[in-house]
Each structure stands twice: as C-alpha cells, then as structure tokens.
C-alpha cells in the first residue's frame, strides 16, 4: 500500500518493543459484537493510482464542464479566470499541508497571509474589521443574524425579498432553534427598502443584499438610517464579491455587518464548495464576532509578527459561550482568495469587474431584443434576471440539450416561488465571456421559447 | 540570529506585507480592454478606490514562496498535533478534484449535466454508510463541527417530531472539544457536563445520575479525547435510549477504528465524519474542511437537504424539503457541501480499499503505542494501559524543573518537529497529546522518540537551556500573544 510506511517486519518489531502479541491487542476495548476482523465485504480492495484515476475521470467526463460550453449561471456562484500562479502558490506544500496556525513561530506563512486578507476584505467591503473567513457566504449570513442578535439582545430578524433564497435557509435552520423569530419578504427583484416598514425598536436587525439574487444594486443607505434609528443593526449581504471593484461597497452605505460569497475571487466553482465566506464589521462589534482573527504582535526580538487573537470568543475556550463552534474555516480558500487580489490589485480588479458588467450589458440587450423576453433588473452589475414566456426551469433544459447552459431558473432556488416568479430566469456573465457566447444564448433562446 | 543590511537571513526572506510594496497603479493580472463602455450601474458607481495594492507575477509568487517558507509542514516533517490527524495528503487527491469534470462545474447547472457529480456523491454515500453500517449520510456540513450541528439538529428535528420538545438538556464529557457544548448551545440547548473517571474514560454513574425525562442526547468522542476507547459505550448508549434521548458520536477520531469498527452496533444515532481527518483532504492551514454525518435509522428521515438517490433514470438531487425530504430539518447552506473535499476523500478510500482502511486503523493505532512505550519511562502518560490512535502525557514528570508543557512543545519546534497539542483535554494537567498517524515511518517515529527522550531527560536534570525563550531556530521567536489581545490590530493600517 503505497500511502503506508511500515513493513510487517516494522510492525512486528514495534509489537514487540511494546510488549504486545498483536495489533488487536490494542482494540480490546471494543465491544466484541462491534469488532470487524476482516475487511468489509461489500468494500473493494485497494487500487493502483492509475486505476483511481481511470474510475474518478470517467464520472468527471459525464459532466458538462461549464468551460466548454457558452455558460451563463450565477445565483451564488460564478465562473471567473483565476490566474494559474495561484493555484501553483496553493498547492505548495508549505500552505496546503499545514494546520490552523497554533504554533506562530512556524506558521507565520499562513498567519501574514491571514491578516493580508482581513486587510483586503475589510478595504473591499469598506468595513473596519473583518476575520480570517467563514465556511462560505450562506453560513457566513447565519452566524451575522445570530450576532446581530446578541450584539442587540433582540430576537427579531426581518430578512428582505431579495437575499438568496440558500442564504435565508441557513439563516433560518441557524436562527429557529435559538428562538430568533425570523420574517422573509417576498420575493422581489429590486425592493430591498420594503425592510423599512417593518422596522421596529424590537427587531434585532434586518438582512438586505447588494446585488440581490435577482442582480438589482441600489442604495442602502436609506435602509441604514431608519434602522439604525431603531437600535436594529443591518446585515449587508452579497453573493459575488467581483461587483465591488464597480459598485458602491456594502460598508460604505451604512451595514454594520456584512457578509458574502468570496469564492469569484481566486476560487473555481467545484460544484457548489469549497468556497470562502466573508464576514466583516464595525470594530466596536470585534470581540463578538465568530471565527478565527489574525492579529499583529512583536516576538522576544521585538520583530513584528502575527497570532491568532480574540480566542476567547471561541469554542476551545468559551465552550457553549463561545460566539459560534466555528473551529476549521476556508484558510485553502481564503489564501487563494489573497494571492489572486494580490496579482489584481485594485487596478485588476476594476478592470475584470469593468469587463464583467461590460460583458452583462452586451447579454441585457441580446436577451431584450428577444420577442416576450424581459430585462428585469434595471441596475446591476453582472447579472440579470429575465422574464419569460414559459417557465424558466424548462427552458435551462431545452437550452441544455442545445449545449447551452443559460442560467438558474429562480424556482430552482424557491420551489414555492409565485408563478410569475416561475418564469424569471437568473442570467450571469463574466469576463470569461465571449460575445460569440452571448449570440449562442439569444439564438438558442430564440429557438426554445 | 544575525542582523543582516537586507533583513533576510540566508535562505529565510525577508517578509513584508503586500500592503508596504504593492502599488495601487499595477496590476499582475492583464484584461482585454472594454469594447462598448455603456452601462447600467444606476447610481451605484464606487465612489472610492479599495486601496488594494497589486503586485505583477514574479513579485505575488515570490512573495508568498517566501511567506510559505515560514510555516511548517506535513510534507515537511512529523506533525503530530494530537486530536488533529495530520496525515500525509496523496497528490492524486489534488489532480483529480481538479478535473475540469469536477472543479469547472456550477452547482445550480441542470442535474442532467452533472450526472458524474451526483454519481460520485453516490459513491461516497456508500464508502461512509457501509463503513459505519448506518443507515443514511448527510454530506453537505462544510466541517467537523458544522456536522455535529447537522446532527444536534436532526436529534431535535426528531424530538420535536415525536412531542419531546421538552427535552433540551445535552450531556457532554469535561473532556470533549469545545466544538460539542458550542454546537449544542448554538442548536438551542442546554449543556451539563459529566465527569471521567480515574483511568480516563466517561463516569458511567455521574452520567447515568444525570439522565432524566429533559435529556435530549448525550455527545460522547469515541475515541475520546484521552486517545481511549470508552469500553461501555453501548451501556451508555442504551442508557440514553432507555431515557428518550438519543447518542451523538463526535466522530473526529474515527482514524482510529475505521474498518475495526462497525459504529452502528455501538448504538450510534448520529455521527459526524472529518474528511479533512480520516479521509485525508489536506488542512490547508484551516480549512477548509468537510464533516458528513451519518445518521441512524431513526434520525435519517430528519437529514438536511440537498440528498442525492439514485433512480431509474439516473441520480437526482432532492434540493428542497418535500417528497422523500418531507421531513427533512432544513438547509444548512448553499448549494451542495464541500464537492472538492469529497472528490478528493473518494480517491483516498478507493486508493486504500477496505483491506487498506482496516490497515490505516492499525498502524495509526501502532505508532501511537509505540511512541507511548517509547516514551513512559521518561514521560508520564496520563493513563494506564495502552492507547489508541493518541498517546496523552500530563506535566506531572516536569515537576520541580520550572520547565511548562507550553516550553516544552516549543523546544520540539528546535528538534524539527511539530509540537504535539499542548493543555487538551482540559482534564488532564499540562496535557501533551501525541498523534503521530499510519503515514510516518518506523525511522521518523525513532527520530521523533529520540528528540522527546532526550527534552524529557534534560528537562528533568534541570537542564533548562532548550526550554527558556524557545524556540530559538524558528523563523519568529515566542510571540507576544497577551499584547495582540489587549490592543487587537486586524488589517494594516
């Protein structure tokens, strides 16, 4: 077995520098009835890596890989260019086989690289602090309602009609056991400001999303305002953090906690995960956040160096008082998130996100100039949502089978979505689009509908 | 060390940070240009610039091989973080979770697209039910103790179900991570914690005191944290039954009995899997991970969605809570779980086999024996007898030598090795808990006992000098953690 080291002749001179017979001398704790002595049946034996590699590349080509064909999903997940240097500085050893920094004089590799994305997080989103990364954008969105509550001792959350429908799941299997009573909007392309209604002096804080699943960007200045006039925190949340290269950033229009999808910026789609939650706030909220904090702090030389810090926030110490059982994060995924910024720098990343709003206006106008066909979202920044003559969740099929895979049906995400909702089809675009693309997708749509 | 006029030391760079060189006018990324420049942003245009500062290619890469050149590594030597399994990661693993097939796939694509993805979840299911013998697994929890939630909830999910929502006390071991009573509170219950015997193992009379007609489940590590098997675990699981409440199994340590085990005999309602353990997905300095959670025939009804089964027309994905997700407790996030991590856990059972799992439980299970026996004369192990996957040492054989667990462990640094983990558990005094895992060699086993033997001798005849101030041949000296507390400094400024 190629992964394992020792001989039998290891093994039994270990045995015997121990005092033991056998191996199954150690496992004598085990319930007889419990033991296995004998591989499991229904199991195959080992296998070479060729053969490996010959079962799990035959699943790998039944799927369509979203590069070879014209692709236009979104809704939480995007398809950029990542530069191949930063898949090289990932997979290095040192990074990638390497353990949550406990020990910083030998993990100062991955503590510098932490507190290089906190820097870059926080300046991106327009935040005074942010952590070292959550699990993705959607658990990331949870654990900012619970905050918000215990930051204001209230248990109301008003959730707005536009923050993805993934999100408000896991905000809600989070919230309902702690007993937060949570209220969702319905669904709407562009209202986030419905939320104001409903502000109260005993809602905890309410959730708005810029853009919204629906792509919408607008203002939400006016929503922090008449919340924060309440004592009600606000929670920003967005799902592609490439918008904030071109758009207005969350912390800039007032939320005092944002959180979102980190995955467009140096990770691949891998079908839904791993991804790298973003999760950012006002200083005065630090010690209550959840996750891991790289901080700055000087070693026995007086040289600069970094640490975990804030830990007693945490499970390994607070236990059941700890602000979230958060223990392993996305640090893979956050470092790949750090060294592609690096390689844009904020010159980079205005022009990939220039080209990707570029690249969703040439897909608005090919898709308006369709007979029954409807842009719905006025602002955005790379995605769109469309009405159409049928639903929209038999239209990605017969697109589909066209060899075209043209967007995310909304009902795919909101099953009991209202039957105009039911014909509104999510349409993204990147940099990693062609204009050959967008002529394939308003000719196959033009054929289907 | 030396002051040198370029601040590096030989091989070891110099490491500023991106934000001291970078410049905000550069970029090592280079974009076609834009063709049409209308557009559609309303009035949401940024106002200012991020201040992100760029570096071309040759500056990035430089700049992270050097900051990578500060960390230890698995690949780099012995790691034997007890509790934390730091195995070695086949690069197979890595080329296949890069297959286009796999990596270049969108979640939301139409399921006929991505029958391969669904068919490897499939795949996976399988390894981990038949491994266990339960009944049914819930893969999308992104980590260990995002899985012990998956399971918490299903256990409530299930009390509510059956009337007993009164039942909101959760039993938890002194000696557990701190991810079982943070998990239980952020489910919603209450934790009371049971002691542990004189040999280590859960108090069968404290817990067994402490049932009661609130008790909604027990958490029990098995393997505890001790590196113990608890030998009446099915005694405390049909306690737990016999109560109303249900058994959770923080499965972290499943390393050590995968393939000697059957985990459903033992009486086992829901148990959470660490790929990033067992299963070897790389921890990529934290993260990210997966933590499945296989469910008992009574808890599997309550799984969270997405569900892949298999039909006659091929694999679908049950995304929304109806048909055979009826009673399904919720979404735990978007999309799917972790697809990266389970292609690359896949690899690894299938590379292993059944015969090569059984063999990975018992020479993890070895070498831990070994560096016990190695060391018990010199050391003091926590416990009588022998261990399983992790040898746990207390402080007691550095009494009287001013030398702490904490000195200790950083003069490991000096030796080339990873420190062990140091103070957990919490229940045994200055806890030093050695996991050394099935992929080290007799010859770096030796390496690592000779290092510990002769720390553990000058420690004890007072030879203080590799212990004060270390380590003193590490990239930093020992770091002010107390002052990074008191005034927390989180971004460049």
Not at chain 2, 211 to 216: I, N, R, S
Request: hydrophobic residues 45%.
């Amino acid at each position: 077995m190629r992964y394992l080291p020792l001989s039998d002749e290891n093994r039994q001179s270990m045995l015997g520098a121990i005092g033991a017979k056998n191996v199954d001398d150690f496992f004598t704790d085990i319930p007889v009835f419990a033991r296995l002595n004998a591989p499991i049946a229904e199991l195959p034996s080992h296998k070479t890596e060729l053969e490996v590699s010959r079962h799990l590349s035959a699943m790998a080509a039944k799927n369509v890989a979203a590069g070879s064909v014209p692709f236009f999903c979104g809704a939480g997940a995007y398809r950029h260019h990542v530069p191949a240097s930063v898949d090289h500085i990932i997979q290095r050893s040192e990074f990638l086989t390497t353990y949550t920094p406990y020990q910083p004089e030998i993990a100062q590799g991955t503590l510098q690289t932490l507190f290089e994305f906190q820097t870059q997080v926080a300046r991106l989103l327009d935040c005074e602090v942010a952590n070292a990364s959550m699990y993705d954008g959607s658990t990331a969105c949870a654990e900012a309602v619970v905050m918000a509550a215990r930051v204001t001792k209230r248990n109301k959350i008003i959730i707005s009609g536009g923050v993805h429908p993934h999100y408000v799941a896991a905000a809600q299997t989070l919230a309902q056991n702690i007993g937060l009573e949570i209220m969702v909007l319905d669904a709407s392309i562009d209202d986030e400001k419905a939320v104001i209604a409903h502000l109260a002096s005993d809602i905890a804080c309410v959730v708005v999303s810029c853009p919204n699943v629906f792509g919408t960007i607008s203002d939400l200045s006016d929503i922090s305002r008449a919340a924060q006039a309440q004592g009600s925190l606000v929670v920003g949340v967005f799902t592609e953090v490439m918008a904030f290269g071109l758009i207005e950033p969350l912390g800039a229009m007032g939320c005092d906690i944002v959180v979102g999808e980190g995955q467009s910026i140096g990770n691949a789609l891998n079908f839904g995960g791993p991804y790298v939650g973003l999760f950012a706030t006002r200083e005065k909220y630090m010690r209550q956040m959840p996750g891991r904090l790289a901080g700055e702090t000087v070693d026995l030389d007086g040289n600069r160096g970094f640490v975990l810090t804030l830990s007693t926030r945490e499970q390994h110490i607070r236990r059941e008082k700890a602000t979230s059982n958060i223990c392993t994060n996305s640090g893979l995924c956050a470092l790949a998130f750090t060294v592609h910024l690096s390689l844009l720098g904020q010159k980079g990343l205005g022009q990939v996100a220039a080209k990707c709003h570029e690249m969703a206006v040439e897909v608005a106008q090919a898709l308006e100039s369709i007979d029954r066909v409807t842009v719905l979202t006025e602002a955005f920044f790379n995605e769109i949502a469309v009405s159409l003559p049928k639903p929209a969740a038999q239209v990605v099929d017969e697109l589909a089978a066209k060899g075209v895979l043209g967007g995310v049906p909304y009902s795919r995400l909101d099953p009991n979505c209202s039957a105009q909702m039911r014909n509104v089809l999510l349409v993204a675009a990147t940099e990693t689009n062609t204009k050959d693309d967008i002529r394939a997708l308003a000719d196959a749509l033009k054929e289907v509908l | 060390m030396e002051n040198t006029t370029s601040g590096a030391i030989g091989l070891l760079q110099k490491t500023e940070l991106l934000f001291e060189y970078g410049r905000l006018d550069v970029s090592g990324v280079d974009v076609t240009p834009i063709a049409n420049p209308q557009t559609r942003l309303g009035k949401m245009k940024r106002q200012q610039n991020p201040q992100l500062p760029g570096l071309t290619e040759p500056e990035a890469v430089r700049h992270y091989v050097r900051l990578s050149q500060r960390n230890y590594a698995i690949d780099l030597g012995m790691f034997p973080l007890g509790s934390c399994t730091m195995k070695h990661n086949p690069r197979l693993n890595e080329a296949m979770a890069r297959l286009a097939g796999f990596a270049d796939i969108h979640p939301l694509q139409p399921q006929s697209t991505v029958q391969g993805a669904l068919e490897l979840m499939h795949e996976l299911s399988f390894w981990l039910t038949t491994l266990t013998g339960m009944q049914a697994v819930a893969l999308s929890p992104k980590a260990g103790a995002h899985g012990e939630q998956c399971g918490m909830l299903a256990i409530r999910a299930a009390l509510d179900a059956n009337g007993q929502q009164h039942r909101r006390r959760v039993l938890v071991p002194k000696s557990a991570h701190g991810t079982n009573p943070a998990t239980a509170a952020q489910c919603g219950f209450t934790v009371d914690e049971i002691g542990q015997t004189a040999n280590g193992r859960v108090d069968f009379a404290d817990f067994y005191a402490k049932l009661g007609d609130d008790v909604a489940a027990v958490m029990i590590t098995n393997p505890n944290t001790c590196g113990l098997f608890e030998p009446q675990i099915k005694e405390i699981a049909d306690a737990i039954h016999a109560a109303g409440g249900y058994f959770y199994c923080d499965g972290a340590n499943f390393n050590a009995i995968v393939g000697k085990v059957k985990i459903a005999e033992l009486g086992v309602d829901a148990m959470h899997i660490n790929l990033h353990k067992t299963f070897s997905t790389p921890h990529g300095g934290g993260g990210p991970g997966s933590g499945p959670t296989v469910l008992s025939t009574a808890l599997a009804p309550f799984a969270p969605v997405p569900l892949v089964v298999k039909t006659a027309n091929g694999f679908e994905l049950v995304e929304n809570a109806s048909g055979e997700a009826e009673q399904a407790f919720g979404r735990m996030v978007a999309f799917h779980g972790q697809m990266g991590m389970y292609v690359r856990a896949l690899a690894y059972m299938l590379s292993h086999g059944g015969d090569g799992l059984k063999q990975v439980a018992e020479d993890a299970v070895l070498n831990a024996n070994y560096i016990l026996a190695s060391l018990k004369d010199v050391m003091s192990p926590a416990f009588d007898g022998y261990c399983m996957h992790e040898a746990l040492f207390d402080d007691s054989f550095l009494e009287g030598t001013g030398v702490t667990t904490l000195d200790f462990a950083k003069a490991m640094i000096d030796e080339g090795f990873h420190p062990m983990t140091m103070y957990f558990p919490l229940v045994v005094h200055g806890a030093m808990l050695i996991e050394p895992t099935e992929t080290e060699s007799k010859n770096t086993l030796d390496g690592f006992i000779a290092s510990t033997r002769a720390l553990a001798v000058a420690a004890r005849s007072n030879d203080i000098s590799k212990f004060d101030h270390a380590p003193h041949l590490a990239p930093s000296k020992r770091l002010d953690e107390v002052m990074a507390a008191r005034k927390p400094v989180l971004k460049y400024v």
